[in-house]
Each structure stands twice: as structure tokens, then as C-alpha cells.
């Protein structure tokens, strides 16, 4: 099954204990996003990648950090979490069509995190 | 600098109720436009798109929508809602060409409510 999955679903943690989010999708598609969804904020860019090793920053990137060394998975990385990094996190990822223009965009089930 | 306004953060609408959910872009060019709903707790799924062409999309789940240049809109509709279609739904705009490709703006939402 096509799918995106994402691990943890949920977390909770402590103020500046680093942590990983997973992030692997099945699809073989190029490009790969993270975004944060805020309650009245909508859905907002952390950062994304076109291809292997290449990635580049979104709407709001501060405090967060990626990789993407193989083309399945793209690790969302808390280097020193903080409390305005509560938040509903999304993993997209979708092929690129003909002039690097994305099409559908697919999403994993979302992890939700909590920084005390 | 691309962005969506959903005017309507909160629609309740009757089952079997004609439904119109408002959705205006910002863009320089002609723009790839998505609606996503986002049912509690999950994911989001798209219900259509629309790229080129005819400017009315039949998407997923009976839902259509119509993109109309000189409204920069692109409203979705549904003619009769059933109580299942109760969710989050997202209109996103994506810029075209590479350098911002696959950049996806998403509109803070609209919360639909269906009462029987």
C-alpha cells in the first residue's frame, strides 16, 4: 500500500531533550515536506527536500533541522525542543512533475507533539 | 508571495444542505489550487485539484469546485452534505516552476459541522 508513515504519533517531552520524528514514504517520490498545523494558523512549511541531499528551508524552519540521506525517509530533527513547539506535525510527499512543479501532495497520519 | 484566505473559520450546515465553502488565492500567475480535507484525528486527503483546463474539477466524495481567474477564487461545493462530512478543509495554492517549486500555501481552514 502507497502510503507515508510517520513515528511517534504522539510524544511528550521536556524542554531542550532532543528528539526525532520519523518520517518514510513507500512511493518513491522525489520531494519531501514537514509542516506544523496551528489552530488558526492552517498548515505551515518547516522545511523541504527536492531530491537526496538536497533540502531547503520553509515559512518557519526556526529550531528545526532535516536530512535527507536516502530518498525514503526525511527525519524531522528537535535539536533543543521548546514549549512553542507544541504542535500537530505532517510529513508530505509527492512526485515532481515536468518543470519541478509538485503535484498531489500525500500526507502521513501526524505526529503530535507536546514540550513541557 | 503566494496566500489563501478562507474567510469562514466555522460553517454549520443541515444533512442534506447545499454547501458552498470559500476559498480566495493570492498568486502571480495561474496557480495549481488543491482542497484538502482533514477528518478528526487523521490525516489530510486531497479532494481534488485543479492544474489547467476546465476551470470546474470533480473531486472524491461528490465535492467539486470551481476555479474562477477574475474572482482569484476557488470555491468547493457539494450540493447535498452528509453527516460524514464533517471535517477540516484546507484550500492550498502551489507555485509553479522550479526554484519555488513545490512550494504549498494552505488557507487556515474551515471547520465544517453537519447537524441532522
Known amino acids: 500500500e502507497a502510503q507515508v508513515t510517520q513515528n511517534p504519533r504522539y510524544l511528550i517531552t521536556v524542554t531542550g531533550k532532543k528528539l526525532t520524528v520519523t518520517c518514510s514514504q513507500n512511493?518513491?517520490?522525489?520531494?519531501m515536506s514537514w509542516y506544523r498545523q496551528d489552530p488558526g494558523l492552517g498548515l505551515r512549511q518547516i522545511y523541504y527536500s527536492m531530491n537526496v541531499e538536497v533540502t531547503d528551508k520553509g515559512d518557519v524552519p526556526e529550531g528545526y533541522k532535516v536530512s535527507r540521506k536516502e530518498k525514503r525517509n526525511f527525519p524531522l530533527i528537535l535539536e533543543s525542543p521548546s514549549p512553542n513547539q507544541t504542535s500537530l506535525y505532517f510529513c508530505a510527499s509527492t512526485p515532481l512533475r515536468l518543470a519541478g512543479t509538485t503535484d498531489t501532495q500525500y500526507f502521513g497520519p501526524g505526529t503530535r507533539l507536546t514540550v513541557l | 508571495a503566494q496566500s489563501v484566505t478562507q474567510p469562514d473559520i466555522h460553517i454549520t450546515v443541515s444533512e442534506g444542505a447545499s454547501l458552498e465553502l470559500r476559498c480566495n488565492y493570492s498568486?502571480?500567475?495561474?496557480?495549481?489550487l488543491f482542497w484538502y480535507v482533514q477528518s478528526p484525528g487523521q490525516g489530510l486527503q486531497l479532494l481534488l485539484k485543479y492544474f489547467s483546463g476546465d476551470t470546474l474539477v470533480q473531486g472524491i466524495k461528490g465535492f467539486e469546485a470551481e476555479f474562477k481567474r477574475s474572482q482569484s477564487s476557488f470555491n468547493l461545493r457539494k450540493p447535498s452534505v452528509h453527516w460524514s462530512d464533517a471535517a477540516e478543509y484546507f484550500c492550498a495554492v502551489g507555485a509553479k516552476g522550479t526554484g519555488t517549486a513545490s512550494k504549498l500555501t494552505f488557507g487556515t481552514g474551515t471547520r465544517l459541522q453537519v447537524t441532522l
Open positions: 512511493m518513491n517520490h522525489e520531494y
Open positions: 498568486y502571480g500567475a495561474t496557480p495549481y
